[in-house]
């Protein structure tokens, strides 16, 4: 085979994989939070915690997940509802809502609260830091955009 067929064959490949690439998943949103914030934490210094421990795996933007789902609208949602993120099995299947108690089990240790779990961060051990990072969590809250929004 020619080298300009080599070449041209490459870049007829990398448009065919540039063009997939284009196509994802659209962005997804939780339903707006109906639980009342969440007032045993300090939500400032919970803000400060969920930057520290939390911000590097979790946006708070529908559609930049990273390494762990974004978090918008989180306090009150079903367990693993997102479609634009892969989850756990265990969570799929748990039945979970984000409420204080399941979220404070697991921050405390993901690992225990959810054995298969794909969040891998430390232990949060310390109780006061968890009842502010909820409390944090319970205030991140915003409209579904309607069709024409998200154009």
């Not at 939780?30 to 009342?36: D, E, G, H, Y």
């Not at 400060?48 to 990273?66: E, F, T, W």
């Not at 051990?125 to 955009?145: G, H, N």
């Amino acid at each position: 085979m020619s080298i300009v067929k080599k070449y041209q064959l490459s870049g007829m490949f990398t448009a065919v994989l540039l063009l997939t690439a284009c196509e994802q998943t659209p962005p997804d949103y939780r339903a707006p939070v109906t639980l009342p914030l969440y007032t045993e934490g300090d939500a400032d210094n919970g803000a400060l915690i969920y930057q520290d421990a939390c911000g590097q795996c979790h946006q708070l933007n529908p559609g930049l997940n990273k390494k762990g789902p974004q978090l918008m609208n989180i306090y009150g949602a079903k367990a693993a509802e997102l479609e634009d993120y892969t989850y756990s099995e265990g969570l799929k299947t748990s039945g979970w809502v984000w409420d204080a108690e399941t979220l404070d089990a697991y921050i405390a240790d993901a690992e225990k609260a959810m054995p298969d779990s794909k969040m891998l961060s430390d232990p949060m051990p310390d109780a006061k830091e968890r009842t502010d990072v909820i409390a944090y969590l319970s205030t991140l809250r915003a409209p579904v955009p309607t069709a024409d929004e998200i154009k």
